[in-house]
Nanobody, 125 residues
Framework: QVQLVESGGGLVQAGGSLRLSCAASGRTFSGYNMGWFRQAPGKEREFVTAISWSTGTTVYADSVKGRFTISRDSAKNTVSLQMNSLKPEDTATYYC??????????????????WGKGTLVTVAS
């Protein structure tokens, strides 16, 4: 079993920055790929970004490209999401996700094997 615990959410003004972290435990993650999804009130959960645990290859949704950066720390089994130039439309609950499959499986929520409980990010205008 895998446990994912997010932290770092909060309230920020538009144009500001936040850093989210996801601590993974329960398994060795060398074979897992990790990512972040978000879900705004009344909307479906959507892909934000993903990273290959083995190669560090990253993928981003167009809406966050150039503003968000995903990274991983293999020694600590953590994944981080640095969010800059935040916009009110970035307001959502952000979920850490893991898949045992290829990184491409994280482009869709159906490819996720494990979810964190989420952390709320609110961007005030």
């Amino acid at each position: 079993q895998v446990q994912l615990v997010e932290s770092g959410g909060g309230l920020v003004q538009a144009g500001g920055s936040l850093r989210l972290s996801c601590a993974a435990s329960g398994r060795t993650f060398s074979g897992y790929n990790m990512g972040w999804f978000r879900q705004a009130p009344g909307k479906e959960r959507e892909f934000v970004t993903a990273i290959s645990w083995s190669t560090g290859t990253t993928v981003y949704a167009d809406s966050v490209k150039g503003r968000f950066t995903i990274s991983r720390d293999s020694a600590k089994n953590t994944v981080s999401l640095q969010m800059n130039s935040l916009k009110p439309e970035d307001t959502a609950t952000y979920y850490c996700a893991a898949t045992a499959g290829l990184i491409g499986r994280l482009l869709n929520s159906h490819g996720v094997n494990y979810w964190g409980k989420g952390t709320l990010v609110t961007v005030a205008s």
